[in-house]
């Protein structure tokens, strides 16, 4: 394997390793352990450090325009072909659970999609808007949502605005 692929492989540990240890660090709140939280989030900041430098050398980081490109094309891919095979798949095993996850992952891609195109089409204009990502299936809506989720069903008082 060449160093770029090494890189690759090593940002997709890193940025797993994040992920993973935010997801410990939740739960070790949640059972009344604030120092391994603590510890936890401490992990994964330093493992997002890693994940970037990886990015950068590997040339992953381009201009604005450029990663909105990205971005669109991925989160594309992602509910046009990524999770309609899984989703079968999940079918086909008769696994609800992970049919439910990546059922609410495709429909928010798309949402994701959508957001990343406006913020194409809008660049340069300036104009701020807030986001608000709901705690259960990470529906992402531009401003304050007033109902429910679309996608879940959670209600719009548990969104938390992302700054």
Known sequence: MSSKDNLKAAFTGESMANRTYLAFAKKADAEGYPQVAKLFRAAAA?????????????GGVGTTLENLKEA???ETYEFEQMYPKFIEEAKAEGDNKALWSFEVANEVE?????LFEKALDELGSNEEVDYYVCPVCGHTHEGKPEDKCPVCGAPASKFERVD
């Not at 330093?46 to 590997?58: D, V």
């Open 46 to 58: 330093a493992e997002t450090i890693h994940a970037h430098n990886h990015l950068q050398r590997m």
């Open 72 to 74: 669109v094309n991925g």
């Open 110 to 114: 798309k949402v994701h999609a959508s």
